[in-house]
């Protein structure tokens, strides 16, 4: 029964963000919400913003119809309801940076509020971690704020964001259900139908974008999700679930924030170098970048299912053989799809500048570049070489 409410939800808010995208589209239009191509910009025209309003929709409605109406689900769709307003309201006019940040913690402190916090986990090698109600509300709110600018800093090519929260709910429900959280599995599955609704207009070429409306409304759907579907229960893994399904966003706001701070540049400055700027600056099309995204992210998925569902210990630190190869055999799909984006974003990004720099050079021929070009690769012996990334 609780499953057939989760894909009940799930399909109700696929339905409803699919029907009202365009009608937000059209709103967008006649306020004058329009994104405008700029340099970091991927997109080469004027995209209509204000489609997380549709997201908004159908995750409202359908968690009024498939969840209870307590105080925590009301603090969850307060706090939903807020952020898609604040983001609106700054796809409509620019916020300043702190403006949007008092936004983001009013949002998170009306779930936080309510309950939707963790006050106490289990570390591995450490133990229990007792926060209490204060330090746990402190702590839960500043993380929903995190994931809430993790999934922001993830919209920058049509599709990704959307995408990537389709597939991270998907498995948050999975999850969630399987441990008798109810109430977050179908959240959970209500998050990624109306994250798939929007897809299907968002995709490339995108008719329309989410806008911070969008994207900080999934981010705190997630963080939610995440603390009461996963953080809360006893699970031994319990903290590398949400780790884990949201790595791929999390490893690229980690490495566009830490490149800010080396340049001493404020961590919410606007670039182009997260992980879509960077494959699209080797030559990939939007919408192979965004495929090979979504492929890494199911990678981790499936790591964090394995993690799950496969009986490969006893919670004791007794191991079953066979399911431990089969749990390594999960753990290295994760890092090979880790290691060959890696490949991708920095072999290949090198082999085309050296090849373009080697071309230059009067009589040698492109059998004698490739040569060169795999010696240095082989050695790691090449001229210092500055890339404009």
């Known amino acids: 029964m609780n499953e057939i409410e989760a894909v009940a939800g799930f399909a109700v808010a696929a339905v409803v963000t699919l ?3 365009p009608l ?3 709103l967008a239009v006649r ?3 329009i994104d405008l191509p700029r340099d970091r910009d991927l997109h080469d025209a004027p995209v209509p913003r204000l489609g997380g309003l549709a997201i908004l929709a159908g995750v409202l409605i359908a968690a ?3 969840m209870p109406f307590d105080g925590q689900t009301r603090g969850i769709l307060g706090g939903a309801l807020l952020v898609g307003v604040v983001g609106a309201i700054d796809d409509l006019y620019d916020l300043p940076p702190a403006a949007k940040l008092a936004g983001q913690i009013a949002a998170a402190a009306i779930p936080v509020a309510a309950g939707v916090r963790v006050e106490a986990f289990t570390l591995p090698f450490v133990g229990a971690v007792d926060l209490g109600a204060t330090g746990g509300g402190v702590v839960t709110g500043l993380a929903m704020v995190a994931v809430m600018n993790v999934v922001n800093f993830t919209d920058g090519v049509d599709g990704l964001a959307a995408g990537v929260c389709t597939i991270s709910g998907i498995t948050f429900a999975v999850i969630a259900l399987s441990l008798d959280r109810v109430d977050a599995g179908v959240l959970a599955a209500v998050t990624a139908g109306a994250a798939l609704g929007f897809l299907w207009h968002n995709f490339h070429p995108a008719s329309v974008i989410m806008g911070d409306a969008g994207s900080n409304l999934l981010g705190l759907m997630l963080a939610c999700i995440a603390v009461q579907g996963v953080l809360k229960t006893a699970a031994v893994v319990a903290l590398v679930f949400p780790l884990v399904v949201l790595a791929v966003p999390i490893l690229d706001t980690a490495f566009v ?12 400055e606007a670039d182009s170098e997260h992980f879509h700027h960077r494959m699209a600056r080797i030559g990939f099309s939007q919408r192979r970048t965004v495929i090979y995204l979504y492929l890494w992210t199911l990678a981790l998925a499936a790591l964090a299912l394995a993690l799950r569902f496969v009986p490969y210990s006893d919670n004791h630190g007794d191991f079953d053989t066979g399911w431990t190869i089969v749990m390594i055999g999960f753990g290295l799909l994760a890092i090979a799809a880790s290691v060959y984006l890696v490949y ?3 072999i290949v990004k090198f082999r085309r500048f050296r ?3 080697l071309t230059k050079e009067e009589g040698i021929t492109q059998a004698e570049i490739d040569e060169e070009i795999e010696r240095e690769i082989e050695t790691g012996e090449f001229p210092a070489i500055k890339f404009d990334s």
């Open 19 to 21: 029907v009202t995208t």
């Open 24 to 26: 937000t589209a059209r």
């Open 31 to 33: 306020v004058g919400a």
């Open 64 to 66: 009024l119809i498939f």
């Open 257 to 268: 924030v830490a490149k800010r701070f080396k340049y001493r540049r404020p961590a919410w």
């Open 344 to 346: 991708v974003l920095e």
């Open 355 to 357: 090849e373009r720099q």
